[in-house]
């Protein structure tokens, strides 16, 4: 390299090679050459070098594995409560309910948070999904149901939509009389709430973590509970996105009764066209909504809890390439 080069030679002096500094002669004239003119060159670039070397030395620390610190050892944790589980049922969240804990009030929209477009209707669904959940749960004893949404809407506090739902499913639970109280005690000792997602792709990623952190493993199946019109959402752009295998991914999609042409085409419009041009939601107007979607300022656990998954929490590329980095699924 650089051997026809001599003025190279000298001002690099990583590619001086041994030769220069055998003949006396030439030895000399270099150093003084190196002293006079270079001097400052040489400085800079010792410098450079030297910082680099630190750089590198200081990202290998980074890796989780290296860091112990990010995870506090004065904040222990109990053993993992559910490690037989293989199968995350996932229930997206879409709202937020505030009112008692009553069967009659759970359909009553004056007692959920909603946006304009979910008046009338919509509530009705949200129970079927929660009751759906349970339904799978109780048919799949290897399994773990996850409610899963932030505290997205600054009417309802604090409260996360995975907590509103979570109690709903306490509620249909106990008014469900074909269960013993003991299965319905083992349905619930397998219910999770994933209480930071803010949007669809968020719903899916942040409960396989949550997922890991009550079992100890990732899940070998999951089933997404939510409306059919985003079907298209979950299996081909939120799956895809994270690389999880088709066939171990199943979707249950349950829509209102009345039918709503305009909800197809606003799911088009405002969801899939957005979610295919960035596939991670970190630009643009999927970005905003979930600042918008964050009005308490919440921000997640899961690169501590899942360090493996980091690299993947913290993926927006400009070009919106999938992501390829490792991943605990095989895909
Ligand atoms: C979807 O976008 C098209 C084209 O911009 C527009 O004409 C239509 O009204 C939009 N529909 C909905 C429901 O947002």
Redesign the pocket.
Known sequence: MNTNNPKRKVILPLHIDTTSFTGGQTQSSLWRKLNKRQLPIFALLTILFFSLFLNIIQHNNQKPSNHPEIFSSHDPLPPVPLTENHHAIIVAGHAIYTGPDDMEQLTNDKYWILEPYQQGGQVNTFIQHIQKGIDILKEDEKSALIFSGGETRPDAGPRSEALSYWSIAQQLLQHDNSMSAQLKSSLSDRMITEEYAKDSHENLLFSICRFSEMTGNYPSQISVVGFEFKRKRFEDIHRYSIGYPVDQFHYIGIDPAEKDP?RA??E???SVRPFEKDLYGCHGTLKQKKMHRNPFRRRHPYGASCPILAPLLNYCPSNNAPYRGPLPWAS
């Open positions: 305009s085409e606003g088009m419009n405002n």
